[in-house]
């Protein structure tokens, strides 16, 4: 559900603008900060607080690959596919992420860590082929890089699994496995 605070941030950003209508990206922008995805209540909400229909809102959510239908992974990597980064051997570095991670293009992981996309340009073609992850551009990417960056990613995880386990714990009063406990 989106806030009222939301919706009034939509409402002074439109009130920017000659014609409303012209405010539906930036409008998504704040309705995709506020549930981590464009879902189909954000939508009613920006068509709503624009003056536009569902299906016009929804077009420009969908035709963009900013904006995500489904709530993402921890981890959004968007691998570049433009010409450069296409030249220089992105379509084996994207397959080897969908071996590594066991998901395809377009998908999330089952888990929740990944959501793995291709992106048309992120405009680093001097140092390509790069990829985005989350906020972070990784470039000059090759396939020891890559599995660098996946085991990096899988340790990331597996350490804040354990911190959140030892922080259960001591909120419950118990000892971890194997720490002398009977």
Known sequence: MISEQAKQR????????????????????????EEGYVSRAA????AEVLNMTVDDVESVATFYT????RPPGKKVIKVCNSISCYLRGCDALIEQLERRLGIKRGETS?????TLLTAECLASCGTAPVLQVNDEFVENL?????DRLVDQWEAEFQSEGRSQSQDRDQ??????SGAGGC
């Open 142 to 146: 090759t396939p020891e890089l890559v």
């Open 171 to 176: 909120v419950l009063g118990q000892r971890p």
């Open 110 to 114: 089952p888990d929740g860590r990944y």
């Open 66 to 69: 900013m904006y995500y239908q």
């Open 43 to 46: 939508l009613e909400a920006v």
């Open 10 to 33: 939509m409402r002074e950003l439109a009130a920017r603008y000659p014609v409303a209508r012209s405010a539906v990206m930036p409008a998504l922008y704040i309705a995709q900060a």
